[in-house]
């Protein structure tokens, strides 16, 4: 029963201690909006969809309490209602399904990274993997702004 205790004791002060560090090591946090761009993702297998993703972080009082995700086709298209059709209809159900997951999810990574305040923190989902790594960089850039 003391084992249990100490290790109890244990991981949760190993979780204080990661919790406070949820600014992923960059710093006090400065007050203010703070918009970053990931890289562009190009399709190499067909289906994979290309893009990059522009992120807008808002800090205040040192913690991250707003943010806005929205990811693009290469031309600077919106990822929209409309991704995944062809020509304005849906060609392939499965794939504009698979589509609009990926635009669904970019507000739950938001949720998500107001929740842990680390960009390394929000969960992957399913579907919208590709829109994590660029969520992930956009985030990390814009953060390292609001640390300078």
Same mark, same amino acid.
């Given at each position: 029963?003391?084992?249990?205790?100490?290790?109890?004791?244990?991981?949760?002060?190993?979780?204080?201690?990661?919790?406070?560090?949820?600014?992923?090591?960059?710093?006090?946090?400065?007050?203010?909006?703070?918009? *970053?761009?990931?890289?562009?993702?190009?399709?190499?297998?067909?289906?994979?969809?290309?893009?990059y993703?522009?992120?807008?972080?808002?800090?205040?009082?040192?913690?991250?309490?707003? #943010?806005?995700?929205?990811?693009?086709?290469?031309?600077g298209?919106?990822?929209?209602?409309?991704?995944?059709?062809?020509?304005?209809?849906? *060609?392939?159900?499965?794939?504009?399904?698979? *589509?609009q997951?990926?635009?669904?999810?970019? #507000?739950?990574?938001?949720?998500?990274?107001?929740?842990?305040?680390?960009?390394?923190?929000v969960?992957?989902i399913?579907?919208?993997?590709?829109?994590?790594?660029?969520?992930?960089e956009?985030?990390?850039?814009?953060?390292?702004?609001?640390?300078?």
């Open positions: 029963m003391k084992k249990l205790g100490i290790c109890t004791a244990a991981a949760l002060g190993l979780t204080i201690a990661l919790v406070g560090c949820g600014g992923g090591g960059r710093g006090e946090l400065h007050d203010g909006t703070y918009t *970053a761009q990931s890289m562009v993702w190009e399709d190499t297998e067909e289906g994979n969809g290309s893009g993703g522009v992120i807008t972080v808002t800090v205040a009082d040192g913690k991250i309490t707003e #943010a806005e995700f929205v990811t693009y086709e290469p031309d298209t919106i990822k929209d209602e409309s991704y995944g059709m062809s020509g304005g209809k849906i *060609a392939n159900q499965d794939f504009y399904n698979k *589509a997951r990926a635009v669904a999810a970019n #507000a739950e990574y938001c949720k998500q990274l107001v929740a842990v305040q680390n960009p390394d923190g969960d992957v399913s579907g919208a993997t590709i829109s994590h790594g660029e969520f992930v956009a985030a990390n850039l814009a953060l390292d702004e609001a640390a300078k």
